[in-house]
Nanobody
Framework: QVQLVESGGGLVQAGGSLTLSCAAS????????VGWFRQAPGKEREFVAF????????NYADSAKGRFTISRDNAKNTVILQMNSLKAEDTAVYYC???????????????WGQGTQVTVSS
């Protein structure tokens, strides 16, 4: 069982930045791909980015490319999502998830955090 806790959400003006963190409670953290997903009100949960266990495979949604950066520190059991040049349409609850396969589909992830709210004011 893997527990994931997100932090770092908040209210920011358009053009600003936020850093989201995902802390995991497992000794086998480096064996898990960690993904970030988001869900806006009235919309389906969507993929944002993932990073494989050792960090060698990284992928971003088109909406995140050039603005968001995902990284991980396996010694600290933490994955970071650095979000720059934020837009109003980035407003959503952001979730981190852990799974054994490096893919962008929700079904590839077995464990989910509770989410952290990101609100971007225009």
């Amino acid at each position: 069982q893997v527990q994931l806790v997100e932090s770092g959400g908040g209210l920011v003006q358009a053009g600003g930045s936020l850093t989201l963190s995902c802390a995991a409670s497992t000794r086998a953290f480096s064996t898990y791909t960690v993904g970030w997903f988001r869900q806006a009100p009235g919309k389906e949960r969507e993929f944002v980015a993932f990073i494989s266990g050792r960090g060698g495979n990284i992928n971003y949604a088109d909406s995140a490319k050039g603005r968001f950066t995902i990284s991980r520190d396996n010694a600290k059991n933490t994955v970071i999502l650095q979000m720059n040049s934020l837009k109003a349409e980035d407003t959503a609850v952001y979730y981190c998830a852990a799974g054994g396969i490096a893919r962008s589909t929700l079904s590839s992830y077995d464990y989910w955090g509770q989410g952290t709210q990101v609100t971007v004011s225009s």
